[in-house]
């Protein structure tokens, strides 16, 4: 009697987050990723409804859907919209992830073999896959791309002893709780120690789009002036800690604004007041260009002379390292740092452009005038500096294999 070969089994990984497509986070790479490694991945999300607090066309805010991308098995819970502006709906926001993804999490986490959870921003999204390794007794890996407790009181909760202790202890809880900690920062590593215990936490940083798409003959003739202009280019998400108030008031002081182009690629909620403060103040040589897809940013880049990159100065964003570098980095060209933290710190060490105190007109205005003044050689090599900072410390396969060891580890990695 010949016996059959047993039949190799998919191993499956669930991944739980607050966003996924078409929201745009590096969660779909990753899980893109582990579909090509064939590994078998299923997504518990809510209805996509970033950056806007409104639910995506083409969907509709149901208790519970199911949905197919790329191989990829969604299952959807409602959304809660309009968070950003009431305390009480981001409040029910935290709450009701926690209700809605446990009841899928029940019905899901037997088949599954490992939980990945993408933290950016409510902890309180890892209850369902706490819930899946108490019950079905699975190996939960967390890759943290913000901080709680403090997150919390940064964005409108009043902060009071007693919230910060009740905060705190959830916050162990969680992290007693994952079998491996990861962090997108390293400035997070001295916060986490406080939560953590002995259980050891592993840096591992986010990556660019990577994408050099063939673009279309209309993006290939496209040109940011018909005037020979030097550009800076601010692109991603226009909201108020970006600090963009401060950006456009200093660059109209610039002695230079005349053969300078300040260009925003990118919308937001805070979109229509920095163009009416442009529109009143009546600002030369700002264009908005609006949101462009991410396969075509690779032009916008390369039209640009100089990558700006921005946000308030604050204790807990000051930890952070905004995506945006990273797609910066790729692209090759200097940036102009108006950002405090481990961005600065990045910038000045290896040598990727210029910095300045986000609160300092005055000091933000000089860096745009000494950007012009430097030569072409010279910009060229933080050109380089930056697409070699990418690669050595940034690049995708290499990051995509170490989380990926992470959730099996006695798996090889492709």
């Known amino acids: 009697m010949t016996l059959a070969n047993p039949i190799h089994k998919k191993k499956t990984v669930l991944i739980v987050t607050e966003r996924f497509y078409p929201e745009a986070f590096r969660i779909n790479d990753l899980a893109i990723a582990w579909i090509k490694k064939g590994y078998e991945v299923k997504v518990l999300t809510q209805v996509p409804s970033y950056p806007f607090g409104r639910v995506f066309k083409n969907y509709k805010n149901l208790i519970f859907q199911t949905e197919l991308w790329n191989k990829i098995k969604i299952y959807?819970?409602?959304?809660?919209?309009?968070?950003?502006?009431?305390?009480?709906?981001?409040?029910?926001?935290?709450?009701?992830?926690?209700?809605?993804?446990?009841?899928?999490?029940?019905?899901?986490?037997?088949?599954?073999?490992?939980?990945?959870?993408?933290?950016?921003?409510?902890?309180?999204?890892?209850?369902?896959?706490?819930?899946?390794?108490?019950?079905?007794?699975?190996?939960?890996?967390?890759w943290t791309l913000d901080i709680w407790p403090d997150a919390i009181f940064a964005f409108g909760i009043k902060r009071t002893a007693f919230r910060e202790k009740v905060l705190n202890r959830f916050v162990k809880y969680i992290y007693k709780n994952c079998d491996n900690i990861l962090v997108s920062s390293q400035n997070f590593t001295d916060k986490l120690k406080l939560f953590t215990g002995k259980n050891p936490i592993h840096y591992i940083p986010q990556w660019a789009d990577e994408v050099k798409s063939e673009s279309s003959s209309k993006l290939q003739n496209l040109l940011f002036s018909n005037e020979k202009r030097f550009h800076f280019t601010f692109a991603g998400n226009i909201g108020k800690v970006q600090n963009l108030d401060n950006i456009i008031k200093a660059f109209a002081l610039s002695k230079f604004d005349k053969n300078?182009?300040?260009?925003?690629?990118?919308?937001?909620?805070?979109?229509?007041?920095?163009?009416?403060?442009?529109?009143?103040?009546?600002?030369?040589?700002?264009?908005?260009?609006?949101?462009?897809?991410?396969?075509?940013?690779?032009?916008?880049?390369?039209?640009?002379?100089?990558?700006?990159?921005?946000?308030?100065?604050?204790?807990?964003?000051?930890?952070?390292?905004?995506?945006?570098?990273?797609?910066?980095?790729?692209?090759?060209?200097?940036?102009?740092?108006?950002?405090?933290?481990?961005?600065?710190?990045?910038?000045?060490?290896?040598?990727?452009?210029?910095?300045?105190?986000?609160d300092n007109l005055e000091d933000i205005k000089k860096g745009f005038e000494k950007f012009v003044t430097l030569d072409k050689d010279r910009l060229r090599n933080i050109g380089d500096n930056c697409k070699n900072l990418y690669l050595n410390k940034f690049q995708k396969t290499k990051n995509v294999n170490l989380i990926t060891y992470f959730l099996f580890p006695k798996k090889n990695i492709n």
Do not use: C
């Open 76 to 142: 959807r819970m409602i959304t809660i919209t309009g968070y950003k502006k009431s305390l009480f709906k981001k409040i029910l926001h935290y709450v009701h992830y926690v209700i809605f993804g446990s009841i899928l999490a029940f019905l899901i986490g037997k088949n599954i073999d490992s939980v990945f959870i993408y933290h950016l921003g409510p902890l309180t999204d890892a209850i369902p896959a706490i819930i899946i390794k108490k019950i079905f007794h699975k190996r939960i890996t967390i």
């Open 260 to 358: 300078i182009q300040l260009n925003f690629i990118g919308d937001g909620w805070n979109l229509e007041n920095i163009k009416k403060l442009v529109k009143e103040n009546n600002y030369k040589n700002i264009v908005f260009w609006g949101r462009k897809p991410s396969s075509d940013m690779n032009i916008y880049y390369e039209l640009s002379d100089v990558l700006v990159i921005s946000l308030i100065s604050d204790p807990i964003l000051e930890l952070t390292v905004p995506q945006k570098f990273q797609a910066y980095l790729f692209a090759g060209k200097p940036i102009y740092a108006i950002i405090n933290g481990d961005v600065k710190r990045m910038v000045e060490e290896y040598e990727l452009g210029l910095t300045a105190d986000p």
